[in-house]
């Protein structure tokens, strides 16, 4: 992998996802916005909530695969976000709360990585007999969201979050 790399994960809201990666060790930025919808510009956070976009809350998190793995990132992911519902993540239901892992295009060291691990996820949940509904494929399109959404809970640190505080805690004294 090249020295530093990004992959783009969209968690249901993209503050929680933002927060827990940002705190990761070798996660060098976070970038909240919206990946994957149908508009060429106009893209704004109003307008990705009428639902009929396609767009996804994502984060895209730039990391140093030297400090942390593409592995270990999507092993944290899969354990705050529920990838057998589709549309939702706790309590944000629509269609851009979808739970999905994009990658640049051409990236085909990273691809194959996410495929194998999502395979993984999804034949863990099909053998329980449960769905997988997380989007795997190429990043088509990705739009910074307005700068009061970038690292909102930092910002508003008593602000909502699907992912617990315990999770996250979780999470990171895991890695």
């Given at each position: 992998m ?6 783009y994960l969209a ?12 705190q990761?060790p070798?996660v060098v ?10 508009l ?5 956070y109003?307008?990705v ?6 767009f996804?809350?994502?984060?895209c998190v730039?990391?140093d695969p030297?400090?942390?793995?593409l ?8 354990r705050v976000v529920?990838?057998?519902v589709?549309?939702q993540q706790?309590?944000?239901?629509g269609?851009?709360y ?5 990658w640049?295009a051409g990236d085909?060291e990273?691809g ?5 691990v999502?395979g993984?996820?999804r034949d863990?949940l ?5 769905p997988?509904c997380?989007?795997v494929?190429e990043?088509?399109s ?5 700068e009061?959404?970038q690292?909102y809970?930092v ?7 699907h ?5 996250m ?7």
């Amino acid at each position: 992998m090249a020295t530093i790399c990004s992959i783009y994960l969209a968690g249901g809201c993209f503050w929680g996802v933002e927060e827990l990666f940002r705190q990761i060790p070798g996660v060098v930025d976070t970038q909240v916005g919206y990946a994957n919808g149908r508009l060429a510009q106009g893209v704004t956070y109003e307008r990705v909530c009428q639902g009929d976009t396609g767009f996804r809350e994502t984060v895209c998190v730039t990391f140093d695969p030297s400090v942390v793995s593409l592995e270990k990132i999507l092993w944290a992911f899969f354990r705050v976000v529920d990838p057998a519902v589709q549309n939702q993540q706790g309590n944000d239901v629509g269609t851009q709360y979808q739970t999905g892992i994009y990658w640049d295009a051409g990236d085909v060291e990273i691809g194959d990585v996410v495929r194998r691990v999502a395979g993984d996820e999804r034949d863990r949940l099909e053998a329980q007999g449960m769905p997988f509904c997380v989007e795997v494929h190429e990043l088509s399109s990705f739009f910074d969201a307005e700068e009061y959404h970038q690292e909102y809970l930092v910002k508003n640190p008593g602000g909502y979050c699907h992912i617990s505080r315990m999770e996250m805690d979780e999470v990171l004294a895991s890695l």
